[in-house]
Nanobody, 122 residues
Framework: QLQASGGGLVQAGGSLRLSCAAS????????MGWFRQAPGKEREFVAAISWNGGNTIYADSVKGRFTISRDYAKSTVYLQMDSLKFEDTAVYYCAVGLRPVPSLKSDGYIYWGQGTQVTVSS
């Protein structure tokens, strides 16, 4: 139900844009979010956006560098990642929230995509 894309290999300081397409049935009235998991670490929150795009929240580690947005008509959420750092290397997952407002916690999400690898070389 969720298809994430856009990951890849990029040098530190570079940019990538992740996309996640969801079905209208599962996402139109729900917040959507991005999480990431680095090797040997727990999955962590990255960013989330409300059902109508009016409210966004970010992890402190990405604030000012990443931007989350959504195209309501396309049921797609994006994560623009700029000024990438080596520590941003991880598998990135998109998810559909349980509610219209965004959540910082993974248990606030009901559907998860398969993940896309982002590798930042130093």
């Amino acid at each position: 139900q969720l298809q994430a894309s856009g990951g890849g290999l990029v040098q530190a300081g570079g940019s990538l844009r992740l996309s996640c397409a969801a079905s209208k049935r599962t996402s139109s009235n729900n917040a959507m979010g991005w999480f990431r998991q680095a090797p040997g670490k727990e999955r962590e929150f990255v960013a989330a956006i409300s059902w109508n795009g009016g409210n966004t929240i970010y992890a402190d580690s990405v604030k000012g560098r990443f931007t989350i947005s959504r195209d309501y008509a396309k049921s797609t959420v994006y994560l623009q990642m700029d000024s990438l750092k080596f520590e941003d290397t991880a598998v990135y997952y998109c998810a559909v929230g349980l509610r219209p407002v965004p959540s910082l916690k993974s248990d606030g999400y009901i559907y998860w995509g398969q993940g896309t690898q982002v590798t930042v070389s130093s």
